[in-house]
């Protein structure tokens, strides 16, 4: 059941007006509501935004690429007006994705050559990426899984295939930590959910289990009391949520927030750096520190990854460094995620930081501060020490 109202108006409410008339706020509440009428085609682009000649000729374009979804609830975020509006960006397709560059791959993590049975990535040796359902409420143009979300490929998410991975997890007791993923596994009913949790708890050596959605920032309806209630069961339970960018952080998504956060689930976020989207330290600031007041913790910034058509996408690698130079020791520690490159081929990730290993000197360490001065910190070499 939707919860009770009233409460204030917010900027969805007058974009359910004009866009969606006759739409109850009932309906609106709801998630399924909310996928059911996603905006996935020309006609509903059109509805709700002014496009741009490269936004319409991509859409038209897309054939079996990476579908279009928004759901009416974000849709709501992005300008109708304005082709450079940093969420518009991440959502609509433009015809940069159309050209394919040298360096860049479907499977850029080579995730595929790392599963030991379908849907199941163990690449780090106590931990395992488990793809749950291929399906998101929204799809983001950068995503590093285009090459299987959105559609129904090679990967068949049933019982039968979550059954081979979770006895593959079962058997092998190295595994500690379970990342749920996809997809985004919040999109799945409550019972899907909890069969897969109930299964994963059993296992003795999994201590660890941790959701990866972007559920809260699009679709933070779906955050209802009953999941709160079920998720809880199965603590401890962590909760990875993708952010791209301050405007996301609405009264809407921060009640979901604070409902997972009530009831006891830690939250991280993740987030991708992207070109004239988040490339910049303000904007990286006040997201980071509106998250925290969501009690959102940032975990990861990530290197965008070269999938194909990801060219007008990626920022240098530099940018990231220089936001978490802006970042560490001019604010909160918790407001500083680590900056990492996935490396491809599938290396894992690999945290990128401004230099602060200066030399040695006089069985001392040089140290860079925030601020550029050099500081020494005594650390003899271990044959300095037996000197
Ligand atoms: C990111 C990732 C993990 C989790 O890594 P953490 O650094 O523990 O968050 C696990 N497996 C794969 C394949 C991953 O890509």
Redesign the pocket.
Known sequence: MPTPRPRPETRADEFRRRSFPGTSVEEWDDWRWQLRNRIKDLAGLERTLVLSDSERAAVVRLGDRLPVGITPYYAALLDAQDPDDPLRKTMVPVLGEFDQSPEEAADP?N?DG?MPVPGL????PD???FLVTSFCATYCRYCTRSRLVGTTGEYHFNHEQYQRAIDYIAVNDEIR?V?ISGGDPLTMQDGRIEWLLERLRAIPHVEFV?LGTKVPAVLPQRITPELCTMLRRFHPLWL?VHFMHPSELTPEVERACNMLADAGIPLGSQTVLMRDVNDDPDTMKLLMHGLLKMRVRP??IYQCDPIPGSKHFRAPVQKGVEIIKALRGHTTGYAVPDF?I?APG?G??VPIGPETIVGRADGSLLIRNFEGDIYKYPDPLPEEQVR
């Open positions: 993590l995730e790392h990535v163990h690449r780090y931990r395992v990426l930590d990342l941790r990875s975990y990861y990492v996935d599938g894992g990730k």
